[in-house]
């Protein structure tokens, strides 16, 4: 389940949609049908902790797993308001920071929920595709930027961005073709949807 809050419900169904759009190259229904991520578009000014402020100023967003409900996997996905550009004459490019950030996040909850990566409860060590990994994230570390799964999640920002602009012009011409003029789905051997 997707929930969208902090944005008008035009904005947010483009958010639900490129969400799905990303999350569904990666992770099997089975596994989305049993998770809830919630994305809350705000400001700095909504946290309550001033370092959390501080640090939320200088990013596009973060990401937190929060456990269990009802059986299902929970995250929150905190976006910044402020990469929004209202110049921008067309949604998609006004939603672009925030959709390539969004991307950013998203490529966390799927390694979470395909169980590439863990977080130990100490806060200094995560595990990743087997691997376990240890940082201080109260210094200033440059593990942070060598850690394998913020270079995957850094990588695919554009990557999806493209790709579900890519896809937008798809779906906008399918709409004037029949829909029995066009190709079938790719997808792979387990039936999965395969990337463009």
């Given at each position: 389940?997707?929930?969208?809050?902090?944005?008008?419900?035009?904005?947010?169904?483009?958010?639900?949609?490129?969400?799905?759009?990303?999350?569904?190259?990666?992770?099997?229904?089975?596994?989305?049908?049993?998770?809830?991520?919630?994305?809350?578009v705000t400001d700095h000014s909504s946290l309550e902790d001033k370092a959390d402020q501080k640090a939320f100023k200088?990013?596009?967003?973060?990401?937190?797993?929060?456990?269990?409900?009802?059986?299902?996997?929970?995250?929150?996905?905190?976006?910044?308001?402020?990469?929004?550009?209202?110049?921008?004459?067309?949604?998609?490019?006004?939603?672009?920071?925030?959709?390539?950030?969004?991307?950013?996040?998203?490529?966390?909850?799927?390694?979470?929920?395909?169980?590439?990566?863990?977080?130990?409860?100490?806060?200094?060590?995560?595990?990743?595709?087997?691997?376990?990994?240890?940082?201080n994230p109260n210094e200033l570390d440059w593990t942070y930027w060598e850690s394998p799964w913020e270079i995957?999640?850094?990588?695919?920002?554009?990557?999806?961005?493209?790709?579900?602009?890519?896809?937008?012009?798809?779906?906008?011409?399918?709409?004037?073709?029949?829909?029995?003029?066009?190709?079938?789905?790719?997808?792979?051997?387990?039936?999965?949807?395969?990337?463009?």
């Amino acid at each position: 389940m997707l929930i969208v809050t902090g944005i008008n419900q035009s904005d947010s169904r483009l958010i639900k949609k490129y969400s799905k759009f990303v999350l569904s190259r990666f992770i099997k229904p089975s596994v989305l049908n049993k998770s809830i991520i919630t994305i809350n578009v705000t400001d700095h000014s909504s946290l309550e902790d001033k370092a959390d402020q501080k640090a939320f100023k200088k990013s596009g967003g973060w990401a937190s797993y929060d456990g269990r409900e009802d059986g299902k996997r929970k995250f929150t996905i905190t976006m910044n308001k402020s990469v929004i550009n209202p110049r921008a004459k067309t949604q998609v490019v006004r939603l672009k920071n925030l959709l390539k950030y969004l991307g950013h996040e998203l490529c966390h909850v799927k390694q979470y929920l395909n169980h590439e990566l863990f977080d130990y409860s100490d806060g200094e060590k995560s595990r990743f595709l087997g691997n376990v990994y240890t940082y201080n994230p109260n210094e200033l570390d440059w593990t942070y930027w060598e850690s394998p799964w913020e270079i995957e999640a850094h990588g695919r920002m554009e990557g999806f961005y493209q790709m579900f602009l890519e896809q937008l012009k798809l779906d906008k011409s399918a709409k004037k073709i029949p829909s029995q003029l066009l190709p079938p789905p790719r997808v792979d051997g387990l039936g999965s949807p395969v990337p463009l």
